[in-house]
């Protein structure tokens, strides 16, 4: 099993840009996760879903939108890139919300210029 | 709402000496507890949970933690440190509500010397 992946690993964007960070768990899990860790602030939560076709905003989900499409799947996109987004982002999957136990993918680490 | 506060962002040890990371947690519910690490340009991987079994839990590397209530805390050990344990600890806590994540406290680094 690969776990939980994601592309890209590195990305440099201009401000105003889009893009779109995807991530794939193999796990069969029913909850994902997206968060963003900034020195010193820990990892804040963005969006997350609890179910396909499901999201639901979390801490910190400005200038974020999500979609679950597919169960194995959760995608982050960037509509217009700001200064402030530039983070290292992590995706993270779990079987149920019973015990919790997340399972992190490597990160992208995101540049905006 | 559930928070988390993790004393000291940086902890320095020797090699073979104690390590204690402190981990103190707010929650109007029973809390489920979590301690990560994240080595350097990785991801988080578990190092152990509290989900209301027993309250001294041993996870993986030789770390344990001991959940008192009273005190409202949730603190890393480990006997002796080692070289290897240098990365960033992360406390969490979830209140085991539907469709609630994790709450990471900010972290903290531990750096061993020789």
């Known amino acids: 099993n690969a776990g939980v992946t994601q592309t890209p690993k590195f990305r440099v964007l201009k401000t105003g840009q889009s893009m779109t960070l995807l991530c794939a768990q193999d796990m069969n899990h029913e909850y994902m996760y997206w968060y963003r860790q900034d020195p010193g602030m820990g990892l804040r939560l963005i969006h997350y879903?609890?179910?396909?076709?499901?999201?639901a905003k979390g801490e910190v989900p400005d200038g974020y939108n999500v979609s679950r499409l597919k169960k194995q799947n959760f995608l982050l996109g960037l509509e217009s890139a700001a200064p402030s987004q530039t983070s290292v982002y992590f995706c993270a999957s779990s079987y149920s919300n019973i015990h919790n136990e997340q399972f992190f993918g490597p990160g992208t680490r995101l540049t905006v210029l | 709402a559930q928070s988390v506060t993790q004393l000291g962002s940086h902890v320095s040890v020797s090699e073979g000496a104690l390590v204690l990371l402190r981990c103190n947690y707010s929650?109007?519910?029973?809390?489920?507890l979590f301690w990560y690490v994240q080595y350097p340009n990785q991801g988080l991987q578990l190092l152990l949970k509290y989900t209301s079994a027993a309250t001294l839990v041993k996870g993986i590397n030789g770390f344990e933690a001991e959940f008192k209530k009273s005190e409202t805390s949730f603190h890393l050990t480990k006997p002796s440190a080692h070289m290897s344990d240098a990365a960033e600890y992360f406390c969490a806590v979830s209140d085991n509500q539907a469709g609630t994540a994790l709450i990471f406290g900010k972290g903290t680094t531990l750096s061993v010397s020789s």
């Open positions: 929650s109007s519910v029973p809390p489920y």
């Open positions: 879903s609890v179910g396909e076709g499901t999201t």
